[in-house]
C-alpha cells in the first residue's frame, strides 16, 4: 500500500480564492482525520470521520471550512474563501479501527496552503 | 477537557547527552498514550505507544498516572534523532501536543 496519499503537495493560492485538498486514506482503514499544523498552535484536530460519517468536527476554525468524505477512499478538505492565516500544513491520516484502542494513525505527507 | 500538554517548544542537546521530552496530559480514565515523530519535511510516523512498552530507536516512555506523565526518554541521543517529537492521548481521535522541537548537536 502506497500510505495515505495527499494532493497536491504544495498550493500557493490568492486570498479570497478556494482550496481544495484531498486525501486517499489507507485501504481498509475506516476512521479518517484531518489536521492543520502550524509553528504557533502546533498539531489541530480539525475534523475526522468514522464510516464516512464525520464525528466531531469542532475544530474546524469557521464556516470557511467544509470537509466530505463521499465513499471510503477519498475525502475533501475545502476553504472557501481563503485567507493568508489559513496558510500551514495540512495533514490527513487514517486508521483502522476508530474509537478502539491502540489505533495508530497514518499520516499523509500533507498539503503545504500559502495563501497571499 | 482532555488534553495534551508539552511545556518546551525547543530542547537542544549535545550528542551523547540524555534526553527527556517532557509530556502532561489531563484525562480521568485509562489514557491511551502516544509518541509520534516527525523528521524534517517528512510525514508524522508512530515512535511508540505506552500499551506496548517498547523502546524504539532507543527510546523509552514510561506512563506515569499518579503524576500524569508519559515522558520520552533516551539515554544517549543522536544527531539522527533531530526531529520534531508529539505526544499524543488516543479517545476516539489522537489530541496531539503542541510538539517539542529537539536539535541534538555534534
Known amino acids: 500500500d502506497a500510505g495515505v496519499i495527499q494532493s497536491p503537495r504544495h498550493e500557493v493560492t490568492e486570498m479570497g480564492q478556494e482550496v481544495t485538498l484531498r486525501c486517499k486514506p489507507i485501504s481498509g482503514h475506516n476512521s479518517l482525520f484531518w489536521y492543520r499544523q502550524t509553528m504557533m498552535r502546533g498539531l489541530e484536530l480539525l475534523i475526522y470521520?468514522?464510516?464516512?460519517?464525520?464525528?466531531?468536527d469542532s475544530g474546524m476554525p469557521e464556516d470557511r471550512f467544509s470537509a466530505k468524505m463521499p465513499n471510503a477512499s477519498f475525502s475533501t478538505l475545502k476553504i472557501q474563501p481563503s485567507e493568508p492565516r489559513d496558510s500551514a500544513v495540512y495533514f490527513c491520516?487514517?486508521?483502522?479501527?476508530?474509537?478502539?484502542?491502540?489505533?495508530?494513525?497514518?499520516f499523509g505527507q500533507g498539503t503545504r496552503l500559502t495563501v497571499v | 477537557a482532555q488534553r495534551v500538554t508539552q511545556p518546551e517548544k525547543l530542547l537542544s542537546v549535545f550528542k551523547g547527552a540524555p534526553v527527556e521530552l517532557k509530556c502532561n496530559y489531563s484525562y480521568s480514565g485509562s489514557p491511551e498514550l502516544f509518541w509520534y515523530v516527525q523528521y524534517s519535511r517528512q510525514r508524522l510516523q508512530l515512535l511508540l505507544r505506552?500499551?506496548s512498552r517498547e523502546s524504539i530507536k532507543g527510546f523509552t516512555a514510561d506512563l506515569n498516572k499518579g503524576e500524569t506523565s508519559f515522558h520520552l526518554k533516551k539515554p544517549f541521543a543522536q544527531e539522527e534523532d533531530s526531529a520534531m517529537y508529539y505526544c499524543?492521548?488516543?479517545?476516539?481521535?489522537?489530541?496531539f501536543g503542541q510538539g517539542t522541537e529537539l536539535s541534538v548537536k555534534p
Open positions: 505506552h500499551i
Open positions: 470521520f468514522n464510516n464516512n460519517v464525520p464525528i466531531d
Open positions: 491520516a487514517s486508521s483502522r479501527k476508530g474509537g478502539q484502542m491502540n489505533s495508530e494513525a497514518f
Open positions: 499524543a492521548l488516543f479517545r476516539g481521535k489522537l489530541i
